[in-house]
């Protein structure tokens, strides 16, 4: 999961009024590099992926895990 993906997402448990940013905890990062006009795309977008970790609400601290690079952003059934 990369650092882009990880600022559109958003904890939606029930009760939580503002689920972001969610808190990473990683387990494994990657740093990747870039191929052309590594000074423009460097500012524009954020070269670190989380590849194993969890994402964590702020406010109710229920954490999503992340494996291999895909966060599983799924609720259970009570907390919908």
Known sequence: MRLLTHNMLKS????????????????????????????FISRMIPKVEVQEGNLVCPE???????????????LNDDEV
């Open 12 to 39: 939606h448990v029930k009760n939580v009024k503002n689920g972001f940013p969610l808190k990473i905890e990683s387990e494994n990062i990657v740093v990747n590099e870039v191929d052309f006009n590594a000074e």
């Open 60 to 74: 109710s601290d229920r954490k999503f895990p992340v494996k291999n690079g895909i966060p599983n952003m799924l």
